[in-house]
Structure formats: C-alpha cells, structure tokens
C-alpha cells in the first residue's frame, strides 16, 4: 500500500477559484514535501513542510500539516490555467539510514479558463 | 542553464537489449536519485547515491545497474529489456538527501516493445 494518498484523484475548477488537495500518509515523517508535474515534464519541487511545522505559504500556496492525523493539505489560491497538472505529495520517513521520499498516488488539477 | 539533465528523452528498444540514459546536474549537489514513473503516474526510487557511492538499491532487479562516475554524474544501465521496464525514468538531485527540496530531470520514456 501507498505511503501517501492523495484526494481527491482528478479536480476540476473554474479559473480563479481556489483548489485543495489532501494527502493522508501511514507512518511518521521527518518532512513532507508538494510536487509538481506538467504533461510530460519532470516534476517541480513546491514547498517542503517540517514535522513540527503546522502550515506554511508560498505565493498563491499554502500548505498544512496534522501530524496527529497524518495528513497534509495544498491550498491553491485563485487558480490560473497554468496551474493545471499533476499535484504530489512526498514524505520522508527516513530512519537507520534509509533515506527516501515516497512518493503519492497524485491529484489530477484541471482548471477551466 | 539546465540544472538537471537526462540524455537520450525518448528511448524505443526491442526486448533483450541493452541501454543506458546518461544523467548530469551542474547544482553541485551531493546526492542523485533515480526514479521510475509507471503509466499511473506512481513515482517510485530505485536508486539513490551520496558523494558517488550507493545508498539506496530498492530492490531493483539487478539487471539495473547505476553508475556515479564522479558527484555530478548518475547513469544507469539496463541489460536484457523486458517489458515492464517501459515508463519514464526520471533523475533528480538534492543538496543534502531527503532533508532538502529535490531537483528532478526532464525524464526519459522508455518503450521496450
């Protein structure tokens, strides 16, 4: 089973409405980290959440973290067409030397001009 | 300046061949990863490498075999292509593991037919 999930799988919104995504994940994390990735493309590192941070922003972005609920969200803020791709969220579970993020199952984001 | 590059971006090979994509970062970056991306989009590490030596081999066939000639360079060699081996491989970068924001490549689809 995925460390990560994400939900919804596909969203579709109007141009300027806001979107969100949830990711839920099993195990305790070191970080959790948004991706990403146009049709095509290699994925584009977003933003990079601390376990013991609760939320952070970026631009038009705002993340959170419930690590009692093992769960992070992404905020997109008044969505542009350019924003439509693929959202991941990747968690860092690194323990007795086995780094690696893993990666979730990704949220399809269509807007709509 | 491409901060991650993959060589070739497409690759189309007959089952049973042998192949090798060549990745390069010019972040000075010490760790270099090697991800597989299937047709669901689900991203998974196969490989990751610190200052040229081998961290991460997650249970990858060994018929993968990564090599790091020096800390800016991670190729990978297949022999004997299946089927399954058709995806995209990406390569990505990091300062300092998984504690940092990852720098990923363009990708190279595979097809093996």
């Known amino acids: 089973s995925q460390q990560g999930e994400e939900d919804p799988q596909a969203l579709s919104i109007q141009e300027g409405e806001n979107a969100t995504m949830n990711c839920s994940y099993k195990t305790s994390i070191n970080n959790l980290q948004w991706y990403r990735q146009n049709s095509g493309r290699g994925l584009v590192h977003l933003i990079l959440i601390r376990s013991n941070e609760r939320e952070k922003h970026s631009g038009r972005l705002r993340v959170t973290l419930d690590t009692s609920k093992k769960s992070s969200s992404l905020l997109i803020t008044a969505s542009r067409a350019a924003d439509t791709a693929s959202y991941f969220c990747a968690t860092d579970v690194s323990n007795f030397g086995n780094e690696k993020l893993t990666f979730g199952t990704g949220t399809r984001l269509t807007i709509i001009p | 300046d491409t901060a991650v590059s993959q060589t070739p971006k497409y690759l189309v090979t007959q089952m049973g061949n042998d192949k090798s994509i060549k990745c390069e970062q010019n972040l000075g970056h010490d760790t270099m990863y090697w991800y597989k991306q299937d047709s669901k989009k689900f991203l998974k590490i196969m490989f990751s490498?610190?200052?040229?030596?081998?961290?991460i081999n997650e249970t990858v066939p060994n018929r993968f075999s990564p090599k790091s000639p020096d800390k800016a360079h991670l190729n990978l060699h297949i022999n004997s292509l299946e089927l399954g081996d058709s995806a995209v491989y990406f390569c990505?970068?990091?300062?300092?593991?998984?504690?940092?924001?990852?720098?990923f490549g363009p990708g190279t689809r595979l097809t093996v037919l």
């Open positions: 990505a970068s990091s300062q300092r593991g998984v504690a940092d924001e990852q720098f």
């Open positions: 490498y610190n200052n040229k030596e081998l961290i």
